[in-house]
Structures are given as C-alpha cells and as structure tokens.
C-alpha cells in the first residue's frame, strides 16, 4: 500500500483524557480512533493487526475441531432468565434496551446462552455430540472503569468458542486441548514467553474448573504471582498456604507481577444445558445433561497487549507475525531514478508475495523517519539519491539502532 493512500495521520497529540500506553500509541500511530471512554474504532492498520491475530486464533481453534459461526448481539431476555443472568445484581454489565413495543432486549456481553438454546435445534442424540464452535464477535460491556485504552473496553472483540460433549472425560479431553492451542496462540503472537497459564478458582490445578491466560504487563489489572523456575504462575486469589501446600513449593519463591487476563477457559458442566433444555438421548437410551466448556480470548485486548509489551519511547514496534505490514518501504528524495528504483523494489516485494507499506510521500527524512518508528513495522527499507546510484537499500530493523546497506537480494533475507 501506498502511504500517500492512507487516509490516517499520525498526530503528535492525544486525547486528553486517555492515560494509557497502548491507547496513546495507537491512536497517534493511526491504528485506531477513540469515539468516548472504553469505545474505539480500528482503523485500517488496526485492522490488520487484528486481522493477523484473528488468523492466528482462526487456525488454532480449528486445529482442536471448532467450526465458526456468528452469533446476533441483540439477545432474549428469557434465554438469561432461565439461567438467573438476566438479573442486574448478578450480571453487572449489561447493556438492556427494549423494542417499540416494550419488549426487553439485552446486548451481547457472552454467548453461553443463546448458543446453548441454539443448539436444542441440532443436538438430539450422542451421535451429534461433541460439538465445537467460536465465532468472533462484538462484545457490549458496561464496565465500571474504562481506563486501560483498548485493554479495557464497553464494546470489543472478543473469540468466544463453546464445547458440547457427552460426558465429563470428553469434556476434559478438549478442555486440556484448547489449553495447548491457547498456549500455542500466545507463543505465534509473541508473548510465549510472558504469558502464564493460572488457575482461577478453587485450590488445586485439577480439580476446578476455570484457567486463566495472563500476560506479563504493567498495564495489567491483575496481580499474579510467579514462580522463580519461570515455569508455574499463580492468580492472587489462590496464592494462599493450601495451594503452596499442595502444590509443594515455597511462597518465597515467588514474585507478584502485574499482568493482563489475555485469556480465559471455563467448565460449565451440565447444569447450564439443564436449565436451558438441551439434552440428549445417550447410547444406552437414557436422556442425559450435555458438558458444557467455554473459552474466550480477547482480541483487541491482546493488540492492546501487545502494544504495551512491544513499544519503546519512539513508538510502537510489532512483532513480525502480527506487524500489519512485513516491510516499511521509505523512499527519501524524488528524482526521477530514485523514484523509479523505489517503485521497482516496491512491485519486486509485492510480487515476491510481502506485504509492504510504501512511504512515497514527499516529506522530510526526519518526519517519515518519526512515523515509521510509530507505526512500528519491524524491518524498514530506505532508498535514497545516495543510495540509489548502486541500486542499493538502507535496512534497518526497528528494534536496532545500526543499520546496512545492500542490494534488494540481500535485503529480502531480513524479512
Ligand atoms: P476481566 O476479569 O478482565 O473483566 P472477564 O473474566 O470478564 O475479564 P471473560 O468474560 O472470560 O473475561 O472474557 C474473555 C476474554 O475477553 C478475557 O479473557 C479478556 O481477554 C477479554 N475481555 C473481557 N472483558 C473485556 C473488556 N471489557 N475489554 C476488552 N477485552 C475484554
Ligand atoms: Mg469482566
């Protein structure tokens, strides 16, 4: 893409009530536009970091099994009734509104129930199960505080994926799978090494039902507490002596950090089918509950994540799995063979199959040297009246400071 294309400017000035990092960054570097406290538009470069991520989550969802579908944000009242989180003092985020006719209507903040009701429609014996979907979808929130920029939003995106499953054993089974696909999601986006799988209810790892993914992060709302071999990571609600206990290791040896909940998998059990009507005929004839599993990953909370994690004073700096681009194409002069060769590097990248941003505008070194530190793509070219008489490109990596000059053939091993 061209950059005289892209309709977004950096900006030097933020909003003057956003106090986050990732918030600030990514507004300035054109990645997304606040419309009030906690609700954000993304922009195109937003777009396809999200997008990235949403591959990469894509492929490992359908790796465990899942099928994608999409669910309505606009949400019956009854559905939650029956399972008593229609009731304000239970569910404290709701967004309600009501039809012309006065009938109630909610706004998507979870899934569980509609899909569950949904799936009374297709699910009648064990043949049918199990059954995995995920869809990525617009989450509505009315949360209290909205202060962590993208991390903490009252409209998000969020992957959401449900588990149907005959018995307990199959349900476990998929639950242990989708912890491996979800370690697997952190480690392609960058943050293997800072993100930890914690336990987040009850005392023991195996015998409650809910895991928590957290990133190391000092935007983070959460506190956890992680062990010195860098290998086991606790949530604060279950550092306590029984865990410790169990789990035979010492309290010394751990070190509370702040991190973000970048994930999140829940057991339901049958309970929740119960209530909603979804049953099913086993093979031994008996009418039976169906297991229940949930797991989100918050999308646009993990860019804002990842802008907190990967930045620096200049800017954001993307890992090259999620960078909306492979390669910041900056041309520096505009006579006619400088321009000419930068336009033939420009179509070599493309037809080599990189996705490349092209900074073609005629501005100062200076300014495009600024914007390209902000939008933080990791490897950027630069072609100049100096280094053109050689047919020669300046790369330079962004977390670098030194840089190179070599030919394009030479200048592609570094994507
Ligand atoms: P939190 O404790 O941070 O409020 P939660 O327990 O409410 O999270 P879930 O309902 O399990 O979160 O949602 C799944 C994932 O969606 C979370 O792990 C998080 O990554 C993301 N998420 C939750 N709430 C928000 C929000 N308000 N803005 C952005 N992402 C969110
Ligand atoms: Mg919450």
Not at 302 to 327: C, I, N, Q, T, Y
Not at 345 to 358: A, E, I, P, Q, R
């Amino acid at each position: 893409m061209r950059q005289s294309q892209l309709f977004t400017k950096t900006r030097k000035e933020i909003p003057s009530d956003e106090t986050s990092k990732n918030a600030e960054l990514l507004i300035r570097a054109g990645f997304i536009h606040k419309e009030q406290a906690g609700v954000y538009s993304i922009l195109p470069l937003g777009l396809m970091v999200v997008s990235k991520i949403k591959q990469i989550v894509s492929e490992e969802m359908k790796s465990v099994g899942s099928t994608e579908l999409l669910m309505s944000s606009l949400q019956s009242k009854e559905l939650w009734e029956k399972t008593d989180r229609w009731n304000d003092e239970k569910v404290d985020v709701w967004f309600k509104s009501q039809l012309k006719n006065g009938t109630e209507v909610g706004f998507g903040w979870s899934h569980e129930e509609p899909i569950t009701s949904l799936m009374t429609y297709h699910v009648k014996s064990y043949n049918d199960l199990p059954v995995y979907v995920h869809q990525f979808q617009n989450k509505l929130r009315n949360e209290v505080r909205a202060k962590a920029g993208i991390m903490r939003c009252r409209e998000f995106i969020m992957k959401d994926m449900y588990s149907y499953s005959t018995n307990e054993e199959e349900h476990m089974n998929f639950y242990n799978k989708t912890i491996e696909a979800y370690k697997k999601v952190f480690e392609r986006v960058g943050l293997g090494g800072n993100t930890f799988v914690t336990s987040a209810s009850g005392g023991v790892f195996t015998d409650k039902f809910s895991h928590e993914f957290q990133t190391i992060c000092d935007a983070g709302e959460d506190n956890i507490y992680v062990h010195k071999d860098g290998k086991l990571a606790l949530n604060e609600e279950v550092f306590n002596d029984k865990t410790l206990a169990d789990l035979n290791v010492e309290k010394s040896d751990f070190e509370m950090k702040k991190a973000a909940e970048v994930g999140n998998i829940f057991t339901f059990g049958t309970k929740k089918c119960e209530e909603l009507g979804l049953y099913f005929n086993d093979s031994d004839g008996e009418k039976k509950g169906v297991f229940l599993g949930s797991y989100g990953i918050g999308i646009t909370r993990l860019m804002g994540v990842l802008a907190e994690v990967f930045s620096d004073d200049k800017g954001l700096s993307w890992p090259k799995e999620v960078s909306p681009f492979h390669v910041h194409l900056v041309r520096l002069g505009v006579n006619g063979t400088t321009v000419s060769f930068a336009d033939k590097v420009y179509d070599d990248l493309k037809s080599n199959g990189f996705t490349v941003l092209y900074d073609d505008r005629d501005l100062r070194a200076g300014e495009k040297f600024a914007d390209s530190d902000l939008i933080g793509i990791p490897v950027r070219f630069v072609i100049s009246d100096k280094t053109v008489a050689e047919e020669k490109i300046e790369v330079k990596k962004r977390k670098e400071s030194e840089s190179e000059v070599v030919s394009l053939d030479v200048a592609l091993k570094n994507l």
